[in-house]
């Protein structure tokens, strides 16, 4: 069983930067891969980035290519997204999740732990 606790998200200007932070517990989670998803008001839940178990895979949204970067610390059970020169568009609520594989998906229905959520909000 793992559990997901977001934190981090606020309001920021855009071309604003903010880190979300994303703690686990569990015994697995070194061996578990993660992901950053996001739900804007009224769409669906897109996926943001993805990170292999060890770090070495990263996959990144096209829309957040080159301004977001998702790491994790297995020592400190977390994983972050750093997101700089953010743009009223990423305005969403973003989820953490883990799966039960040590490789990175992009597909939502692939992971089967989910944080609460932390709302983002970018004015401009």
């Known amino acids: 069983q793992v559990q997901l606790v977001e934190s981090g998200g606020g309001l920021v200007q855009a071309g604003g930067s903010l880190r979300l932070s994303c703690a686990a517990s569990g015994r697995t989670f070194s061996t578990n891969a993660m992901g950053w998803f996001r739900q804007a008001p009224g769409k669906e839940r897109e996926f943001v980035a993805t990170?292999?178990?060890?770090?070495?895979?990263?996959y990144y949204a096209d829309s957040v290519k080159g301004r977001f970067t998702i790491s994790r610390d297995n020592a400190k059970n977390t994983v972050y997204l750093q997101m700089n020169s953010l743009k009223p568009e990423d305005t969403a609520v973003y989820y953490c999740?883990?799966?039960?594989?040590?490789?990175?998906?992009?597909?939502?229905?692939?992971?089967?732990?989910w944080g609460q959520g932390t709302q983002v909000t970018v004015s401009s």
């Open positions: 999740a883990a799966r039960s594989a040590v490789w990175e998906s992009r597909e939502s229905r692939d992971y089967g732990y």
């Open positions: 990170i292999s178990w060890n770090g070495g895979l990263r």
